[in-house]
Nanobody, 115 residues
């Protein structure tokens, strides 16, 4: 089982930025497809972004143009750069790594956008 640790969440004003990180254990990081999800209070978990093994990316319409997902295979880390944050971005953010052999989730990091 891959262990994942997210960090970087916090309280930010509308229009501000945060960068989330997710560090994975093991030595197979480069083969994983990695997604970010989020879950707001009282709502279902929502897919946010994905990055594939070759670095291709895709985003939910709600974050396209504001969020950027990236990966550093040498550091076993995936990032989510979040700009122009809105109150509706408030949620717990989770990373998920998957391959044929694994599907693992982190514990989540809270992002709160409020003035």
């Amino acid at each position: 089982q891959v262990q994942l640790v997210e960090s970087g969440g916090g309280l930010v004003q509308p229009g501000g930025s945060l960068r989330l990180s997710c560090v994975a254990s093991g030595n197979m990081f480069r083969i994983y497809i990695i997604d970010w999800y989020r879950q707001a209070p009282g709502k279902q978990r929502e897919w946010v972004a994905v990055i594939t093994r070759d670095g291709s990316t895709n985003y939910a319409d709600s974050v396209k143009g504001r969020f950027t997902i990236s990966r550093d295979n040498a550091k076993n880390t995936v990032y989510l750069q979040m700009n122009s944050l809105k109150p509706e971005d408030t949620a717990v953010y989770y990373c998920n790594v998957r391959s044929v052999a694994t599907n693992s989730w982190g514990q989540g990091t809270q992002v709160t956008v409020s003035s």
